[in-house]
């Protein structure tokens, strides 16, 4: 009987033992100030509509960045017009862009997040490679350059419309997600778009947390964006995606 006993009580002695173990990371680590929460917390900034994330701020810098290289890359598309799908691509990609970017100042001057006015380096490289590049070569760089720097854009406007405690940013992320959809499918139209090449280019990439500009200080007064508009006197046939049902969020 008494080893019976002592046995019983080793056996829940070990149970014990083990749910304590189980139980001392979860609240450890839910404990710690270096979780994602306390991050998220700290790289936000309150707004009266409501809290403003590094994510956030670093989607309206990509947009704005996406609209100073791709507008110009599509107006070349349709000078050059060496088939009616390039022209058409090229003629969505400055109506779009023309479009999103009006949305982006917009939302960025209510938020006070400074936009650049220019593309990066890797993108005017970019626009310097197509402008080098002719017949099928272009066709084929346009498309694919074009097409992976969308889906990029495309992925991060997925996670800010998910994750997103901003009104403002929320509408815009739903807005950009329909034109750059749009831009997609069309740039697919062309025919040159290499899919196994976007699939491995996606399985070797890391993503890194974004950091998102800082937000201008009361004695800074951040530059004003230029619109992004196309120039030249172009006509063009395509009209920009009719922005979200939803209504712009005042305050």
Known sequence: MLRRING???IIAALVATLG???YPVWSYSDRSGTGEANLNASSVATQWGPLSATDRDFLVKVRLAGLWEL???????????SEAMK??????VVGHTDLDRRARDVAAKLGVELPNQPTEV??????????????????????LLRAAHGKVFALIAEVRHTTRNALIRQLASDANQTVLDHITMLERTGFVDFDGLA??????????????????GGNVPQVPVPVTPS??????????P???????QP
């Open 123 to 144: 993108q005017q490289g970019w626009l310097r490679e197509l402008t080098a590049a002719s017949g099928e070569e272009y066709e084929r760089k346009f498309s694919n």
């Open 232 to 241: 030249g006197d172009q006509s063009f046939t395509s009209r920009p995606v």
């Open 200 to 217: 491995r280019e996606a399985a070797g990439s890391s993503t890194a947390s974004p950091s998102g500009p800082p937000m201008s200080s």
């Open 72 to 82: 110009p890359a599509g107006q070349q598309a349709i000078e050059r017009a060496p």
């Open 8 to 10: 019983t009580a080793l």
């Open 88 to 93: 058409a691509a090229g003629d969505h990609l």
């Open 21 to 23: 173990a189980l139980a």
């Open 243 to 249: 922005p979200t049902m939803e209504p712009l969020p």
